[in-house]
């Protein structure tokens, strides 16, 4: 508008238009499902924007004079019926962004969300704290006779749908706090319906956990609700540990500084942005990942009464960690490593896969590592060594003989959040690849994050690969005389599966101490390594392959579907040791 000059905008037009159209009408604006919705204004000759706006606000008025019409024989209304105010159960982790009192975070109570239906006449009214999309305006507006009122009793921003809510780079996005399953919940709301209820609380039980899909929106979601149901403390521990720790470390890296734009426009502190900022940029990776793993996440955060975008900053946080982008605002050192003995260097022609996983926020994640037997609706059945609420896998072997392992080698200069984060990668693999060659193909046809060396063993073919990736490079590498390790930057050139690429980095500062320490260990026992040889190679401190990052263990036998876990209390740095707990991937299956 004009400088110096006040309008009631396009609604005002609209009422006016009505009311000097249809006598004796009083004319009400209440804005419904607008949040995307923009206006098509039609061109004004003269007048510049106001002249715009007023035919904007007239063309409206033609529609709801057709509106009108089509129930102009509709008894008037003699009374407002009120049908009550329902609470929708919210969580979000921008809690602090709206002002309010409470525990936000990845761990805050429920928020409500107030829905209130009433009578007008023969209209039912139904309103939104907010401003939802269109889709969500169809959504809760289904049955003839109701409406939807949006920016009423509250506004906790907007409401998209899930469709929209997986895309990165709307504004509606960003600003929607809720999940992506807000809308359901109001709908639920709307209609009388009781929330669903989350099952925190429930006792956790000790071993690997087996987890078969509950009943829920698809085999997918229910597969997340089942997990979500069996580690609801766990999970909720994991991220209160984590969350606290990890706004502890960006504020004393200097997160303050990129944020201090973002905290003086809000107005709160940059400490309350740190996990709002991660979120956003989470949900960038949203994109590139299976609407089946979106679905099991949302199943996980549903039954164990989290945000939505607290597991979905879980199950990429390792991806973030290796962006070069500050406004990731991690810096977490990782020194993983992984080993493959298999034909003439083992004792029987076995495949012996070893792998340890280093990486910061040992006090937080050491004790927290879970198997879990996953048995999804469609692919393989799999053991994943992960944490509670994570739906990709850290190591994983699954039932068709496949296990796979990875660690990070910084690539700065060929990194990108618009990629399949390395975690679901992972499960993508084990959980729907043949072989080894299509396990292979998988990981690089696979739009790329930043710098991995992932190792994948086949029972079954008694062969493995590394493949080294970037965001848009791949090589791979097979194993020397038996041997095969994660990172091996001496490899001559016909230890590669075709050429080379000069972008990819071949190692990182540690592996020059550690993978050369491994490599002394086993070829002294070549041609006669063992399990227990394996499990030894993995505890040594020389080298730096036992240290203090180290937070779990792993041996796989894929040719047997036996796993070795030395995981918590089982990892001793202080006295070199690591102890394994055996078990058997078909023991565990239905």
Known sequence: AEAGQLSAGWPGVLCDALERDLPGVHAMFL?????????????????????????????IAVHARDAFDTCADTAPAKSIAVHGTRDAVGYTVAGTLLGREGEPGLTPRSWPLPVARFSLGGVELVTVPGEPVEAVGRQMGQGRGRWVVGCAQDHLGY????SLYRQAGRYEVELSL????????????????????GTRG?????????????????????????????????IRELLEAAEARIVGDAMRHGAGVP????????????????????????????RRIPPEYLDEMEGIAEAAGVPYDAVLLENVFLTLAEQPNPLALLTLPAHCTNLVALGDATSMG????????????????????????????????????????????????????????????AAPDDSTLDGVPVNILMRQVVQHATGLDDAVRRVQEAPGTCGYKITISDGRALDARVVEVTARHSEVRKPREGLCFGCDPSAPPENFVGPRVAKIPPNDGSSARRYPQARRFLESRRQRIRLDDMRAALAQTEGGI??????????????????HLALGED??????????????????LS
């Open 178 to 197: 809720f999940g992506p399953d807000a809308a359901d919940r109001l709908t639920r709301a709307a209609n009388g319906a009781p929330p669903r209820p």
């Open 259 to 286: 944020l201090l734009p973002a905290s003086l426009w809000i107005g709160v502190s940059g400490r309350d942005l740190v996990i709002p900022s991660l979120v956003r940029a989470a949900r960038q990776l949203q």
């Open 159 to 162: 409401f998209a749908d899930r």
């Open 350 to 409: 076995q495949v012996l896969h070893g792998s340890t996983l280093d990486w910061g926020m040992r006090g937080v994640l050491q004790h927290r590592t879970r198997a879990l037997v996953m048995e999804p609706h469609d692919g393989h059945a799999f053991v994943s060594v992960t944490w509670p609420g994570m739906v990709g896998t850290l190591r994983a072997m699954g039932a068709q003989g496949l296990a796979i392992t990875e660690e990070s080698c």
């Open 31 to 59: 804005q419904g499902a607008m949040g995307d919705v923009s206006p098509r204004a039609p061109h004004a000759e003269d007048g510049g924007d106001f002249a715009r706006m007023r035919a904007y606000g007239e063309a």
């Open 571 to 588: 990892v001793r740095v202080e006295s070199g040791e690591l102890h394994w707990q055996t078990g058997k991937l078909q023991d565990h």
């Open 546 to 563: 036992l240290n203090d990052g180290t937070l779990f263990g792993v041996v796989f036998e894929p040719q047997l579907g036996t796993f």
């Open 202 to 234: 429930n006792p956790t039980p000790t071993g690997p956990i087996t987890l078969r899909p509950d009943p829920g929106r698809n085999p997918a979601h229910g597969l997340g609700r089942a997990h979500g149901r069996l580690l609801a403390h766990p």
